[in-house]
């Protein structure tokens, strides 16, 4: 049997011992061949480990200035509250804006 190895004068199966942790073994021509299983990588003869997920690149979002260009309009200053522009006229200016004169 393709399956067995011949060891002192028996045929026995080869695996046992052969490969590494979380390894799998195949006979193939009487010979024990070890691979990981699918989702697990690494040397089969010593251990197998899953495959590290690589983390997807994430861009991260520059919160938007809402002040950044200006809507108030000359003689006015801009405050950002929250994600709301917030205007008013400069000191000694008067009106409201963008009409700050």
């Keep these: ?6 060891y002192k004068f ?4 080869p695996c046992p011992g052969t490969c590494g942790m979380d390894a799998q073994c195949q006979v ?3 010979n024990p061949i070890c691979s990981c299983r699918a989702g ?6 010593i251990r197998c480990f899953p495959v ?7 861009t ?7 002040c950044n260009p200006s809507p108030c309009g000359p003689f006015s ?3 950002a509250v929250g994600t709301q522009p917030s205007c008013s006229c400069l000191p000694n ?9």
Excluded: M
């Design 10 to 13: 028996k045929c026995t199966d």
């Design 60 to 66: 991260q979002q520059e919160p938007l200035d809402p």
């Design 77 to 79: 200053e801009c405050r």
């Design 52 to 58: 590290p997920v690589q983390p997807t690149p994430t």
């Design 28 to 30: 193939i021509n009487h």
């Design 40 to 45: 697990l990588t690494g040397d089969p003869f």
């Design 1 to 6: 049997s393709t399956n067995r190895a011949c």
């Design 93 to 101: 200016y008067t009106g409201s804006p963008p009409n700050c004169r």
